[in-house]
């Protein structure tokens, strides 16, 4: 492998005089210079991927760049919080169980219950009307004939107690003498027609309660009655089975709630297994990410320390299995990439020991620009015994593009676009000057090469 100064591309002698340029055959070549950064071919991104714990706060943490082994603790989280979240979350789960098992049964209960319940509203609705009906027919006139009945009975039994007592009364008279028994009869006789008159005057009063109060409350009461029934009937055809209806939401809502804690549950218990992260493999530990080809760290790694707490959904470092094997990484802006090839070879210099040269092979280049507008580049490399590749160090690649052993070159600006295209303009042998038309190669910042048009030994004219 040729020295770095070696890919310094040559440079084209002025002869002559100021704005004249001798041409001579020489060798020529591009070369690139590309940042670079030294990368594993395997690492294992770590991230928190949580459903729904979001404070992980680091316990302990295995120290960047240190070399662990299978099993070790990288990093471990505090787990108090979450222990509690996870027992209040099955309690929660066993309560809602329960309600849901006790809504399941009012649930069934009411289905069967309110059909039962609406009939015995029609059924209480229909006797009303029909008790109410029978009043108004039947029931009032015969109450009515009763009182009356019951006022004549009583009139008719006192003048019978006033006529007995005439009678004896008569009777008694005709005699010289009333004897002791007569006396106690005619006594009995006299309480009799008192009774009979109290109680006719008790049943005037019961009968003009009875036609005035008793029957027109009856009638306003059974009214009362059929129309409040109607009114149950009437509100219980809409809230009964409404009550079911709402019944089913309840039984529905607690069903999708009981899921939802199920659901809870099973994210803790994932986010749970997520507290203890331990290496896969033997291999290194380091802080930061690769992404898109690039070592990432950013603030988010001031945070990872004991006390610190670790992003959710963000990779933060990166494990690197001692298997791993070195890549380089560079991204050629456009320009670059639309010369460089696979298989093309160069070599990576590390800062700090330029004299060390890296062989290094262009292994594949995206041939889609990336949103930055630059082309992602792998290199393979070969690294010497006496430096060691570690994951993120910064690199320089030099890499050539073109090369001619045996070129004419000219100063790009020499060079004018016209009508013939490409031209130039020559000196001729008697000292005149005229355009050349040219056939141009490959540039570099300064040159560019002639492949046709042009010989060795010419004279141009340079700007």
Same mark, same amino acid.
């Given at each position: 492998?040729?020295?770095?100064h ?68 990288l990093?471990?989280?505090?787990? !108090?919080?979450?222990?509690k ?7 929660a ?7 849901l ?14 059909? !039962? ?55 008694? !008279? ?57 009114l ?41 297994s ?15 990410a ?24 963000i ?34 210099i ?17 041939a889609?620009p990336?949103?930055d ?91």
């Amino acid at each position: 492998m040729a020295r770095i100064h070696h890919l310094i591309p040559a440079l084209i002698v002025a002869t002559a005089h100021s704005g004249e340029l001798t041409l001579e055959m020489k060798p020529f070549f591009i070369a690139h210079s590309l940042d670079a950064t030294a990368l594993p071919d395997a690492a294992l991104p770590i991230r928190i991927d949580a459903e729904a714990w979001n404070t992980f706060e680091i316990v302990s943490i295995a120290a960047h760049g240190s070399a662990v082994k299978k099993g070790d603790a990288l990093i471990a989280f505090k787990t !108090e919080k979450i222990d509690k979240k996870l027992a209040d979350t099955k309690q929660a789960i066993a309560t809602a169980t329960l309600t849901l098992a006790q809504a399941d049964l009012d649930l069934a209960t009411l289905e069967k219950s309110v059909p !039962e319940q609406l009939a015995r509203l029609k059924r209480a609705a229909a006797e009303a009307a029909e008790e109410l009906e029978h009043f108004k027919k039947t029931a009032r006139n015969s109450a009515e004939e009763s009182a009356g009945f019951d006022l004549k009975r009583r009139e008719q039994v006192l003048a019978s107690f006033k006529e007995e007592l005439k009678q004896l009364t008569k009777m008694y !008279e005709a005699d010289d003498a009333t004897e002791e028994t007569e006396e106690i009869i005619l006594q009995n006789q006299l309480d009799d027609v008192e009774a009979a008159e109290f109680a006719l005057r008790m049943e005037i009063l019961n009968h003009k309660r009875t036609i005035d109060v008793g029957l027109p409350r009856k009638l306003t009461a059974l009214t009362q009655t059929r129309d409040d029934t109607a009114l149950s009937l009437d509100k219980g055809a809409k809230d009964l089975p409404r009550s079911v209806e709402l019944k089913k939401l309840e039984v529905a809502v607690l069903k999708t709630g009981l899921e939802r804690d199920a659901k809870a549950l099973a994210d803790l218990e994932k986010d749970r297994s997520l507290f203890d992260i331990k290496a896969e493999d033997d291999g290194i530990f380091y802080y930061g990410a690769i992404e898109d080809g690039k070592w990432t760290t950013g603030d988010l790694i001031k945070t990872l320390e004991p006390g610190g707490a670790a992003p959710v959904g963000i990779t933060f470092a990166t494990f690197i299995p001692a298997t791993a094997k070195p890549l380089i990484q560079a991204f050629p802006d456009q320009a670059t990439a639309r010369v460089l090839t696979a298989g093309a070879e160069g070599i990576a210099i590390v800062p700090g020991r330029e004299d060390i040269s890296i062989p290094v092979s262009l292994k594949s280049i995206a041939a889609t620009p990336a949103p930055d507008l630059t082309h992602p580049a792998t290199f393979s490399a070969t690294w010497p015994e006496n430096l060691n590749s570690a994951p993120g160090q910064s690199l320089q690649i030099r890499i050539v593009s073109h090369n001619n052993d045996k070129a004419i070159t000219v100063p790009t600006k020499a060079l004018v676009y016209g009508p013939k295209g490409w031209t130039v303009e020559i000196k001729l042998a008697d000292g005149k000057t005229e355009m050349r038309s040219v056939t141009r190669g490959r540039s570099d910042a300064e040159k560019t090469e002639i492949t046709s048009g042009l010989e060795a030994g010419q004279v141009i004219i340079v700007p």
